[in-house]
Protein backbone atom coordinates (compact mmCIF):
# COMPACT_ATOMS: atom_id res chain seq x y z
CA UNK A 1 0.00 0.00 0.00
CA UNK A 2 0.72 3.35 -1.02
CA UNK A 3 1.48 6.05 2.08
CA UNK A 4 -0.11 9.35 2.10
CA UNK A 5 3.10 11.67 2.54
CA UNK A 6 0.78 14.40 2.33
CA UNK A 7 -1.36 13.73 5.65
CA UNK A 8 0.86 14.90 8.03
CA UNK A 9 -1.47 14.63 11.20
CA UNK A 10 -1.38 10.93 10.25
CA UNK A 11 2.44 11.20 10.11
CA UNK A 12 2.89 12.70 13.33
CA UNK A 13 0.38 10.18 15.02
CA UNK A 14 2.36 7.01 13.65
CA UNK A 15 6.24 8.22 13.39
CA UNK A 16 6.43 11.11 15.87
CA UNK A 17 7.18 9.20 18.89
CA UNK A 18 9.56 6.90 17.53
CA UNK A 19 11.42 9.62 15.76
CA UNK A 20 11.44 12.00 19.23
CA UNK A 21 12.68 8.62 21.01
CA UNK A 22 15.27 7.93 18.25
CA UNK A 23 16.89 11.21 18.48
CA UNK A 24 16.24 11.82 22.34
CA UNK A 25 18.69 8.47 22.47
CA UNK A 26 21.24 9.89 20.40
CA UNK A 27 21.68 13.53 22.10
CA UNK A 28 19.76 13.10 24.79
CA UNK A 29 18.15 16.86 25.34
CA UNK A 30 14.41 16.17 25.18
CA UNK A 31 13.72 20.26 23.85
CA UNK A 32 16.50 19.43 20.89
CA UNK A 33 14.29 15.89 20.23
CA UNK A 34 11.47 17.75 19.93
CA UNK A 35 12.42 20.27 17.76
CA UNK A 36 13.92 17.89 15.58
CA UNK A 37 10.53 15.47 15.48
CA UNK A 38 9.43 18.25 14.28
CA UNK A 39 11.67 19.07 11.65
CA UNK A 40 11.42 15.69 10.27
CA UNK A 41 7.60 16.01 9.87
CA UNK A 42 7.94 19.54 8.18
CA UNK A 43 10.32 18.09 5.56
CA UNK A 44 7.91 15.62 4.50
CA UNK A 45 5.38 17.42 4.52
CA UNK A 46 7.07 20.41 2.58
CA UNK A 47 9.07 18.15 0.48
CA UNK A 48 7.24 14.67 0.19
CA UNK A 49 9.69 11.48 -0.49
CA UNK A 50 8.69 9.37 -3.59
CA UNK A 51 7.74 6.35 -1.88
CA UNK A 52 6.08 2.81 -2.60
CA UNK A 53 5.73 1.70 0.46
CA UNK A 54 5.52 2.09 3.91
CA UNK A 55 8.95 0.64 4.60
CA UNK A 56 10.35 2.79 2.43
CA UNK A 57 8.44 6.32 4.09
CA UNK A 58 10.13 4.87 7.69
CA UNK A 59 13.49 4.60 6.51
CA UNK A 60 13.43 7.76 4.56
CA UNK A 61 12.01 10.01 8.06
CA UNK A 62 14.50 8.01 9.74
CA UNK A 63 17.62 8.96 7.90
CA UNK A 64 16.37 12.36 7.63
CA UNK A 65 16.33 12.06 11.42
CA UNK A 66 19.35 10.51 11.58
CA UNK A 67 21.15 13.65 9.45
CA UNK A 68 19.54 15.88 11.45
CA UNK A 69 21.20 14.52 14.62
CA UNK A 70 24.64 14.61 12.62
CA UNK A 71 23.89 17.91 12.11
CA UNK A 72 23.33 18.87 15.89
CA UNK A 73 26.25 17.05 16.65
CA UNK A 74 28.10 19.26 14.09
CA UNK A 75 27.24 22.20 14.91
CA UNK A 76 29.41 25.13 16.48
CA UNK A 77 29.99 24.41 20.32
CA UNK A 78 27.74 21.51 20.55
CA UNK A 79 29.24 18.32 21.94
CA UNK A 80 28.05 15.28 22.24
CA UNK A 81 28.65 11.53 23.66
CA UNK A 82 27.74 8.26 23.54
CA UNK A 83 28.30 5.95 26.01
CA UNK A 84 29.82 2.51 24.42
CA UNK A 85 27.65 -0.06 27.14
CA UNK A 86 24.53 1.74 24.31
CA UNK A 87 26.35 0.44 21.61
CA UNK A 88 27.72 -3.25 22.98
CA UNK A 89 31.39 -2.34 22.37
CA UNK A 90 32.94 -2.90 25.24
CA UNK A 91 34.55 -6.37 26.80
CA UNK A 92 34.54 -7.34 30.17
CA UNK A 93 38.30 -7.98 29.63
CA UNK A 94 38.67 -4.58 28.37
CA UNK A 95 38.92 -1.48 30.51
CA UNK A 96 35.86 0.14 29.60
CA UNK A 97 36.11 3.80 27.87
CA UNK A 98 33.22 5.86 29.74
CA UNK A 99 32.05 8.22 26.48
CA UNK A 100 33.80 8.81 23.29
CA UNK A 101 33.26 12.12 21.27
CA UNK A 102 30.05 10.87 19.29
CA UNK A 103 30.99 13.16 15.93
CA UNK A 104 34.15 11.49 15.18
CA UNK A 105 33.02 7.87 15.94
CA UNK A 106 29.53 7.84 14.03
CA UNK A 107 31.01 9.99 11.32
CA UNK A 108 33.82 7.04 10.66
CA UNK A 109 30.35 4.78 9.76
CA UNK A 110 28.54 4.67 6.56
CA UNK A 111 24.75 6.50 7.28
CA UNK A 112 22.88 2.91 6.73
CA UNK A 113 25.26 1.49 9.77
CA UNK A 114 24.91 4.67 11.50
CA UNK A 115 21.28 4.71 11.48
CA UNK A 116 21.73 0.60 12.55
CA UNK A 117 23.53 0.53 14.79
CA UNK A 118 21.68 3.79 16.25
CA UNK A 119 18.46 1.86 15.79
CA UNK A 120 19.35 -1.20 17.83
CA UNK A 121 21.01 0.70 20.31
CA UNK A 122 17.85 2.16 21.07
CA UNK A 123 15.90 -0.65 21.42
CA UNK A 124 14.48 -1.16 17.90
CA UNK A 125 14.75 -4.99 17.43
CA UNK A 126 16.64 -6.09 13.77
CA UNK A 127 13.27 -6.49 12.20
CA UNK A 128 12.29 -3.17 12.74
CA UNK A 129 15.83 -1.82 12.11
CA UNK A 130 15.75 -4.07 8.59
CA UNK A 131 11.91 -2.54 7.79
CA UNK A 132 13.66 0.83 8.43
CA UNK A 133 16.36 0.51 6.18
CA UNK A 134 14.43 -1.61 3.60
CA UNK A 135 16.61 -5.01 4.12
CA UNK A 136 15.85 -8.49 5.07
CA UNK A 137 16.81 -8.69 9.33
CA UNK A 138 19.78 -10.73 8.52
CA UNK A 139 20.96 -7.68 6.78
CA UNK A 140 20.15 -5.32 9.60
CA UNK A 141 22.19 -7.68 11.93
CA UNK A 142 24.95 -7.70 9.37
CA UNK A 143 25.09 -4.26 9.41
CA UNK A 144 24.72 -3.37 13.24
CA UNK A 145 27.66 -5.79 13.59
CA UNK A 146 29.71 -4.14 10.95
CA UNK A 147 29.00 -0.86 12.76
CA UNK A 148 30.28 -2.30 15.84
CA UNK A 149 33.17 -3.44 14.65
CA UNK A 150 33.97 -0.68 13.37
CA UNK A 151 33.28 1.71 16.17
CA UNK A 152 35.76 -1.03 17.92
CA UNK A 153 38.51 -0.19 15.60
CA UNK A 154 37.76 3.72 16.09
CA UNK A 155 37.60 3.25 19.96
CA UNK A 156 41.16 1.01 19.60
CA UNK A 157 42.99 3.53 17.82
CA UNK A 158 41.89 6.52 19.98
CA UNK A 159 42.71 4.28 22.81
CA UNK A 160 46.48 3.94 21.04
CA UNK A 161 46.70 7.56 19.77
CA UNK A 162 46.44 8.68 23.71
CA UNK A 163 48.61 6.18 24.70
CA UNK A 164 51.50 7.11 22.49
CA UNK A 165 50.79 11.15 23.21
CA UNK A 166 51.35 10.37 26.78
Known amino acids: ?53 EAQLRAWLFQVAGNLVIDAVRSPGTRHTVRLDDLELTRATVDPIDVIDARDALESLSSSDRLAVLMHASGYSLAEVGSALDVSEEAARKRVARARAKLRRWVALQVEEDALAA
Not at 30 to 48: H, I, M, S, T, Y
Open 1 to 53: MVPDVTDIEGLARRYGGPIERYVMARLGCPKLAEDLRQEVLLRAWLRPPTVER
